[in-house]
Nanobody, 120 residues
Framework: VQLQASGGGLVQAGGSLRLSCAAS????????MGWYRQAPGKQRELVAT???????NYADSLKGRFAISRDNAKNTVYLQMNSLKPEDTAVYYC???????????????WGQGTLVTVSS
């Protein structure tokens, strides 16, 4: 199983970016998918998660600016980021709780991370 994240880059404060993360491989089902971020010198933190049924959860500080969505047919999760601030600068990682064909339980897989840099 691989999770391939894309969409990061350099953006000015107040701008927007849309991140994508596609899961591929020997996938039977995907439960929760999500985005996390890690800023320089800080611990990785939750950004948002979304269940297979579409229920979402956000870090309180990001509600209203970020929106998570997914396309189950494409095994892809998205993160729309608006009104970006310099403090949003971080490496953004996607994750998915995935059951593979032939196994019993789900495993959390992580993408490689995509860098988002917001300039002031």
């Amino acid at each position: 199983v691989q999770l391939q994240a894309s969409g990061g880059g350099l953006v000015q404060a107040g701008g927007s970016l849309r991140l994508s993360c596609a899961a591929s491989g020997n996938i039977f089902s995907i439960n929760t998918m999500g985005w996390y971020r890690q800023a320089p010198g800080k611990q990785r933190e939750l950004v948002a998660t979304i269940t297979g049924g579409g229920a979402t959860n956000y870090a309180d500080s990001l509600k209203g600016r970020f929106a998570i969505s997914r396309d189950n047919a494409k095994n892809t999760v998205y993160l729309q980021m608006n009104s970006l601030k310099p403090e949003d600068t971080a490496v953004y990682y996607c994750a998915g709780d995935i059951k593979t064909i032939g196994t019993f339980g789900g495993v959390r897989y992580w993408g490689q991370g995509t860098l988002v840099t917001v300039s002031s």
